[in-house]
């Protein structure tokens, strides 16, 4: 675990994210957990904001209606245009309202990030489109790898112990949909991650818990 | 603060060199330091420094009100420094002063210099920082709360920020003043700095020093700086050993 202003031990790598260079050493720049992958040293961070990042899948909540787009909210400092060529449906010019309306949820892959941050989405591809049922839960961006697992081992775990749907967008917001009992065990689950997924034995953590919960 | 022409001036150094609060004159007055207490900021900090109680909140980076001060190229960093109206002895006057237009603008300054402002451009960083009980150094004490507050939100910065006092209490420098000192000594000098690098990011003088008693006071405010990045560490690392619910908490 490092610091901000720690110096890293990291020889002639060079500094990644979470970290900087200044007279010739390496230092964090955030409080994660470091990461040495030569030749790149990287600090993976506690806390913080969400990067949008291309090729991202994420939950988006419709804020704005445009004649064309809609502007949605990817947890972003700035609101993203989702342009009705992005969706699957045909639109007439100024009839974006009668498709989706603000408060509406979406899942949505960024597609170009530019350097003004200027974010485009689409909501066209496999998983994408217009969310009904269920409730979002907000969790820190930062612990998405700790709520999908090793190739998407903790969701299964989820989902088979408690039959709820989930899908985690990588701005940290998590759709469940399922049986009221399903999505507040889920949603207790998804807070013990967010608490403590910097910490080891998670998995079994959880584990712990789905059994308390439905023996319960 | 007490009425006008308060006769009774303090002892303000005994004849053992003590001070009031029974200190030495190179002593720090109890820190206390907790990250992460607010479940609403992007990050978040409680100070109890001897009696001053501050809380700070971080939000952001999120997008910048009013608009046009909004930069293409880095953040801006939007600090509020306020005293709650129950903070002092003498119910204060609610909302922006001189005084605390000031202490914002000094204190947002400083922590800018910190932060990697140029990775969240056309966005802005609020930081608000409350005193609800104050006794002298709130503006040191509202730095420290700043910077931890800062790191709990994970905007990335070069170093944390420790931030101390040093006065003149009867002719002698002293350490981290509190509020009788403050009142009746000869000067008072906050500063605040970088530890990577020792550089100087706050710097204020009221009152009187010699040339020689400034140096010697920013040798005394770097060691005392010292110690209090130590704390501010112990408190980033007590919020994610233990979690949210651990008794957190750095002494």
């Known amino acids: 675990m490092v610091l901000p202003g720690q110096e890293l031990e990291a020889g002639d790598y060079r500094p990644g994210p979470g ?43 419709v804020k704005i209606i445009g004649p064309t787009y809609w502007l949605v909210d990817v947890g972003a400092p700035h609101y993203a245009p989702l342009h009705y060529s992005g969706t699957p449906w045909k639109i007439e010019y100024g009839e974006c309202g009668e498709y989706l309306r603000p408060g509406d949820a979406v899942v949505v892959r960024i597609e170009a990030v530019d350097q003004n941050q200027r974010i485009g989405v689409t909501m066209n591809g496999d998983g994408l489109g217009r969310i009904s049922g269920g409730i979002i839960e907000q969790i820190s961006p930062t612990k998405v790898p700790r709520v999908i697992g090793k190739s998407g ?10 039959g709820a749907r989930m899908t985690v ?45 439905q023996s319960s | 603060m007490g009425s006008v022409g308060a006769k009774e001036v303090p002892v303000l150094l005994d004849e053992h060199g003590k001070r009031i609060d029974g200190r030495g004159l190179h002593d720090l007055r ?19 420094w001897g009696e001053n109680k501050v809380m700070a909140a971080v939000y952001g980076p999120r997008e910048v009100h009013p608009r046009h001060m909004q930069q293409n190229t880095k953040a801006v960093v939007q600090c509020r420094y ?21 202490i914002s603008k000094v204190i947002g300054e400083a922590l800018e210099s910190v932060l990697f402002v140029e990775e969240y451009p056309k966005t802005s960083i609020g930081i608000y920082i ?4 104050a006794n002298a150094g709130t503006r040191c004490a509202g ?86 990045y130590e704390i501010q560490k112990a408190a980033l690392r007590n919020r994610y050993s233990l979690g949210n619910n651990g008794e957190g908490g750095a002494q």
């Open chain 1, 19 to 61: 970290t900087y260079r200044a007279d010739g050493k390496i230092y964090a720049s955030v409080a994660g957990i470091l990461s040495i992958r030569p030749p790149v040293v990287r600090v993976i961070p506690f806390s913080g904001p969400y990067i949008p990042q291309d090729g991202d899948v994420v939950i988006a909540i």
């Open chain 1, 153 to 162: 081992s903790m969701i299964r775990l989820l989902e088979t112990s408690t």
């Open chain 1, 169 to 213: 967008g990588q701005n940290g917001r998590v759709w469940i949909d399922g049986s009221q009992g399903s999505i507040r065990t889920v949603r207790e689950a998804l807070q013990i991650i967010d608490r403590e997924g910097q910490k080891s034995g998670l998995t079994d953590r959880i584990k712990l818990f789905l059994e308390q919960s």
């Open chain 2, 30 to 48: 109890p820190l206390k330091i907790e990250a992460g207490v607010l479940q609403r900021a992007t990050g978040s900090a409680f100070v109890e």
């Open chain 2, 82 to 102: 306020n005293m709650a109206s129950f903070s002092v002895d003498e119910r204060k006057r609610p909302g922006l002063d001189r005084r605390s237009q000031e």
């Open chain 2, 130 to 133: 409350e005193v609800l009980q």
């Open chain 2, 143 to 228: 730095l420290v709360a700043a910077s931890v507050a800062l790191a709990d939100a994970g905007i990335p910065m070069s170093d944390l920020v420790p931030a101390v006092a040093v006065g003149k209490i009867d002719g002698k420098l002293a350490l981290d003043l509190r509020k009788e000192e403050d009142n009746y000594g000869e000067a008072d000098v906050p500063m605040a700095l970088v530890p990577r690098s020792g550089r100087l990011i706050l710097l204020q003088m009221e009152g009187h020093m010699t040339r020689d008693e400034l140096k010697t006071s920013l040798d005394m405010g770097v060691k005392g700086c010292e110690k209090i």
